[in-house]
T-cell receptor, first 117, second 114 residues
């Protein structure tokens, strides 16, 4: 199998605080992980690509200082939303690619719903 | 730029009937993959079917099949013998080998009527 977990599944935080979301590949090593954002009733938008041991590559318009990504091991990537504001409220989904050169084969986590009050 | 277009925001089908969801894409690369993903109310993205661009034969997975028209850049999904559990958002997506990005369409909400 290829299972990807995310924690937490839901989080509510106050404006100005930071929140960390974890993405783990449970039964495979993921050289590359991806972070997506999904607004209500909208599609998934790629935020950044994360490679183990190197800096993440952010998509145009995504603030790298606000959305900190760390891919410290082959099974864990984290997304930290710093100084969160209500407009950061969204559904965040990660995915993990199973092998090198196979970034097309992505397995998705169940998502994290972030609400900033 | 890589784009994926789903022109049907919503579709409905009677249980046991067949429905086709449309998707067109645009890419400048010859190395790419096409996908249909299902997102039920749980929000978990589930891979339905995948098509490698270099393969001429249309992919099939049980009740799900695609009509891949490479020249027309069209990639439609046919669901046969629709079941209540098929009700979900369906996203068409294209992965370009060069950029290594998965780009999604806006989705089609499928309702299955009993």
């Amino acid at each position: 199998g290829a299972v990807v977990s995310q924690h937490p599944s839901r989080v509510i935080c106050k404006s100005g605080t930071s929140v960390k979301i974890e993405c783990r590949s449970l039964d495979f090593q993921a050289t590359t992980m991806f972070w997506y954002r999904q607004f209500p009733k909208k599609s998934l938008m790629l935020m950044a690509t994360s490679n183990e041991g190197s800096k993440a590559t952010y998509e145009q318009g995504v603030e790298k200082d606000k959305f900190l990504i760390n891919h410290a091991s082959l099974t864990l990537s984290t997304l930290t939303v710093t100084s969160a504001h209500p407009e950061d409220s969204s559904f965040y989904i990660c995915s993990a690619a199973k092998g090198q050169g196979a970034a097309y084969e992505q397995y998705f986590g169940p998502g994290t719903r972030l609400t900033v009050t | 730029a890589q784009t994926v277009t789903q022109s049907q925001p919503e579709m409905s089908v009677q249980e046991a009937e067949t429905v086709t969801l449309s998707c067109t894409y645009d890419t400048s690369e010859s190395d790419y993959y096409l996908f249909w993903y299902k997102q039920p109310p749980s929000r978990q993205m589930i891979l339905v079917i995948r098509q490698e661009a270099y393969k001429q034969q249309n992919a099939t997975e049980n009740r799900f099949s695609v009509n891949f028209q490479k020249a027309a850049k069209s990639f439609s999904l046919k669901i046969s013998d629709s079941q209540l559990g098929d009700a979900a958002m369906y996203f068409c997506a294209c992965f370009q080998g060069g950029s290594e990005k998965l780009v999604f369409g806006k989705g089609t909400k499928l309702t299955v009527n009993p």
